[in-house]
Structure formats: structure tokens, C-alpha cells
């Protein structure tokens, strides 16, 4: 098959994670709505940190399959941004503070207490991906961060609103999302262009991002399962 033209590339890349992505899930939907219990969205913090714990490890996966420096150092910004230049900083720190702030005891968080086996699965099955497949296909598996800079916008109005009990300043996390987000998708995505010039390279690309949406689509329903929707008064 012929490839697609740069643009119908990343229109088809939009298209199908955007379709995928797990703000359409049911538990993501009512945490959304003001739906959720304390411990439900509480839950939803302590077990979204063992994912978050994971994405500094794949990025190191990331760096060591290029040859290139200029990416190596580009892409060595995402484990900074969540790793911190040191310690008390990064997104890993705004994320126990997350934890904090929603009540949880943030030494229990940081050692996993409480993580539900399937999340770990999904998440493990996430990096298991990035480590097997190719840079281009590892690369691209990240590109759910198109849609991030939306969702988080939305998810600090809805907190805000819904959830009162949590403190503000523990969404910091959340609000340095918004801009970085689109820093990192727009990296990844020239990156992603430039290397799938075949249609059989595109579509390895395609099948990489959908893959991912089902490893964050799989932590949800990992936590409706353990914590129905049907349990919400």
C-alpha cells in the first residue's frame, strides 16, 4: 500500500487514539461527573502512580535504543520533568503530593501498597512494549499525549468543582501537564513523521499508540472492577 501523506499520517494517528483514549471509559467519565467516592478517586490516585512510576523507566528505554544525540537529549527532558533534577522535585514528587492532598498516606503510595495485580500487569505490559519494539514504535506508543493538554484542563475544572475535599495545590501535577504535554507530543510527533515514510511503518506506528490506549484503558477497568460504579449511591 501506498503511504500516507505526513499530514493524513498524523490525522489517522489523532483519529484512532482519540477514539480509544480513556477519557470515553465509564470510570474515567464519572470521576469526571463528581460521581466518584472518596475512595474511589482516591483508589484511582494510588494505583494511576504506579503508572506514573513507569514512565521515567520506559523513557530510559526510549534513549537507549537511539544512536542520535540530539534525541537522546531531547528525550532526556521527560525523565527529568518526572524524576526531578533532584530530590523533592518532578512530577513523581507533584504526584505523591497528589496523594497527599487526596488523603492517602504518601509513604504507602510510593511503595505501590494497595496496587491492584492487573494494574501492575498493564502498566509492566506497557514498558515490556517499549523494550521489545523498535525506537519508531516505542515513540510512538507516547503520542496519547495529544490528548493530554485537554484532558488535564478539564480534569483540574472538574476536581475543582466536584471534589472539594482535596486541596488545590496538590493538582500541581496536573496543571504543568497542560503545557508539557504538548511540548512532548509535538517532539514525539516530528520524530514519529520523519522515521514511518512506508505504509508498513505507519501502521506499525498506529498499532503501537493503540496498544497504549489499551494499557491505560485496562488500568480502568482494573479499579471499576475492584470499585463498581454500581456501589455509587
Same mark, same amino acid.
Given at each position: 500500500m501506498t503511504a500516507l501523506s505526513p499530514e493524513a499520517f498524523v490525522e489517522r494517528l489523532r483519529q484512532e487514539g482519540a477514539q480509544r483514549y480513556h477519557d470515553h471509559h465509564p470510570f474515567h467519565q464519572a470521576m469526571h +461527573?463528581? @460521581?466518584?467516592?472518596?475512595?474511589?478517586?482516591?483508589?484511582? $490516585? =494510588?494505583?494511576?502512580?504506579?503508572?506514573?512510576?513507569?514512565?521515567?523507566?520506559?523513557?530510559?528505554?526510549?534513549?537507549?535504543?537511539?544512536?542520535?544525540?540530539?534525541?537522546?537529549?531531547?528525550?532526556?527532558?521527560?525523565?527529568?520533568?518526572?524524576?526531578?533534577?533532584?530530590?523533592?522535585?518532578?512530577?513523581?514528587?507533584?504526584?505523591?503530593?497528589?496523594?497527599?492532598?487526596?488523603?492517602?498516606?504518601?509513604?504507602?503510595?510510593?511503595?505501590?501498597?494497595?496496587?491492584?495485580? +492487573?494494574? @501492575?500487569?498493564?502498566?509492566?505490559?506497557?514498558?515490556?512494549? $517499549? =523494550?521489545?519494539r523498535s525506537l519508531l514504535e516505542a515513540v510512538a506508543s507516547s503520542l496519547t499525549e495529544f490528548f493530554a493538554p485537554d484532558l488535564m484542563s478539564r480534569r483540574i475544572d472538574a476536581w475543582e468543582q466536584h471534589y472539594p475535599w482535596i486541596d488545590g495545590a496538590s493538582l500541581a501535577y496536573f496543571r504543568s501537564r497542560v503545557t508539557?504535554?504538548?511540548l512532548d507530543a509535538d517532539d514525539a510527533i516530528g520524530f514519529v513523521t520523519a522515521m514511518a515514510t512506508t505504509r508498513e511503518t505507519q501502521d506499525q506506528a498506529i498499532a503501537a499508540l493503540i496498544r497504549k490506549t489499551e494499557v491505560l484503558w485496562a488500568l480502568l477497568d482494573a479499579l471499576q472492577l475492584a470499585y463498581p460504579l454500581d456501589a455509587i449511591p
Open positions: +461527573a463528581g @460521581r466518584l467516592t472518596r475512595k474511589q478517586l482516591q483508589e484511582w $490516585v =494510588r494505583n494511576r502512580y504506579y503508572y506514573q512510576s513507569r514512565i521515567p523507566i520506559k523513557d530510559a528505554l526510549i534513549v537507549a535504543k537511539s544512536e542520535d544525540p540530539a534525541f537522546r537529549r531531547m528525550w532526556l527532558r521527560r525523565i527529568r520533568d518526572q524524576d526531578g533534577e533532584q530530590g523533592g522535585e518532578g512530577g513523581l514528587e507533584k504526584w505523591l503530593r497528589l496523594a497527599e492532598g487526596a488523603g492517602l498516606p504518601r509513604a504507602a503510595v510510593a511503595r505501590f501498597d494497595g496496587v491492584l495485580p +492487573a494494574v @501492575r500487569f498493564a502498566c509492566d505490559a506497557y514498558v515490556d512494549l $517499549v =523494550r521489545s508539557r504535554a504538548k
